[in-house]
């Protein structure tokens, strides 16, 4: 949707809604959970391949 969005509304595009998502999401893994303890690296790692396709 990032992608879809940015092509299709080019310089009106408005990325903040995207960048507070990814915030949001890295502040609740910072959080102690036990049930997303052991998954915690592979989200990391997902949202860490999400923000460098973004910046190619």
Known sequence: MLFKHSDERKMA???R???RLFVNWFLDLDSPDPVLEGANFQILTTLANAFMQCSL
Request: proline share 33%; no cysteine; glycine share 0%.
């Open 17 to 19: 809604p995207y960048v």
């Open 13 to 15: 595009f408005n990325p």
